[in-house]
């Protein structure tokens, strides 16, 4: 079966079987080794991509389920400076250690500074809460996704949504 998508902002036709995780198209099939595999249930939010600009376990999510959608992994976030600032937050602040969770963390931070760009500590705790980092104690990352979001409220003077297209 064909499906037609967006992945990283370039078009897509993959051919895949129709009960193909999303997961392992992205990994076997693109490539794109950022999304890791953690525990198949959707339980750790190691594989976490941007699907039409919201998170979702890819599983989790049926590659056929994502026929006319944008999904953005990791490696398509080079020059997203939300990102970047988080990046940099994270190296600042030691919000990893592994390495395994992080494009996880990354990918669910990004998302809530999208939604809520001067989140505090507690919706932080609960936008990531699903993503599963068995090195830091998660103070450290919470910490990075709260300096990531000062920055860039300082830096833009605007909300994070639109300082990201810049």
């Known amino acids: 079966m064909q499906i037609h998508n967006t ?5 897509r036709t993959i051919d895949t079987e129709p009960r193909r995780l999303l997961v392992h198209v992205l990994r076997d099939s693109l490539r794109l080794t950022g999304v890791h595999i953690g525990c198949d249930t959707s339980q750790c939010g190691a594989c976490t991509v941007l699907i039409d600009q919201k998170t979702a376990r890819s599983c989790t999510v049926l590659a056929v389920q994502t026929e006319g959608c944008s999904v953005h992994t990791i490696e398509g976030m080079e020059q997203d400076s939300i990102v970047s600032a988080l990046k940099q937050a994270f190296n ?21 500074l999208v939604n809520t760009p001067d989140p505090s500590e507690q919706a932080v ?8 980092c068995r090195c830091t104690g998660y103070q450290n990352i919470v910490d990075a996704v709260l300096l990531a979001a000062q920055r860039l409220n300082e830096r833009t003077g605007q909300p994070v949504a639109e300082a990201s297209h810049e």
Not at 7 to 11: R, T, Y
Not at 96 to 109: E, K, R, S, V
């Open 7 to 11: 992945v990283n902002g370039a078009p």
């Open 92 to 112: 600042e602040c030691h919000g990893l250690q592994c390495g395994f969770c992080t494009p996880g963390m990354l990918m669910a931070a990004r998302a809530l």
């Open 125 to 132: 705790r609960h936008a990531l809460h699903g993503n599963l």
